[in-house]
């Protein structure tokens, strides 16, 4: 009876064990389930916010059995403005192709007309491959590096491994039929990865 009473008397005499190795195993299942449900749920699609500045006035069709390729184009700096091209040049070409370099910075850009008429002017660079030319075939842009696809009007990966990183779109202005982004934009852009 004795040792019954001495195994009760230590159970409450002993120090508790301590559970802070319970309670950092929760933390760290707690973060890795916050951290994968941002990749899940993260919808990393392009911005529809950039709204062209200018529009063909009719819709475009590009044929699925050409390759379309970037003309190269000279570009400009007037008055803290890059000069990527003019839209008589995009109409005649189509796609094209130039790069911005000045105060130490060099973006590759492009412009082309999408499919409803509307002009995007975008940076000429897939990130993950660090491709920074492209093609249009139907209704498609396709880097020349890696073979990724996105649908020409939304940007919205089609097929390929750099789907969630399409030719970011830039905000430009319209100024006569000059296509113009200004120089602080270009400065300061840096790729998404």
Not at 157 to 164: E, K, L, V, Y
Not at 167 to 183: F, H, R, V
Request: charged share 20%; with cysteine.
């Amino acid at each position: 009876m004795k040792d019954h009473r001495e195994e009760k008397k230590q159970k409450f005499t002993q120090p508790k064990k301590s559970r802070a190795c319970l309670y950092s195993l929760i933390g760290i299942v707690a973060v890795a389930l916050m951290i994968s449900s941002y990749f899940l749920f993260n919808n990393n699609k392009p911005s529809t916010a950039v709204s062209p500045a200018a529009d063909i006035g009719e819709k475009i069709t590009y044929s699925p059995n050409d390759n379309l390729e970037q003309t190269l184009v000279a570009s400009k700096i007037e008055n803290s403005q890059e000069q990527v091209t003019t839209l008589s040049e995009l109409k005649a070409k189509k796609f094209i192709k130039t790069e911005y370099s000045a105060n130490g910075k060099t973006v590759p850009l492009t412009a082309f007309i999408q499919p409803d008429g509307k002009v995007m002017v975008a940076v000429s660079y897939c990130e993950p491959c660090k491709g920074d030319s492209f093609h249009i075939s139907g209704n498609q842009i396709i880097c020349n590096t890696c073979g990724t696809a996105w649908d020409l009007q939304t940007l919205q990966g089609i097929s390929g491994g750099c789907q969630t990183y399409p030719p970011q779109a830039l905000t430009y202005n319209l100024n006569g039929d000059k296509l113009e982004i200004p120089q602080s934009v270009l400065d300061t852009w840096s790729p998404r990865v």
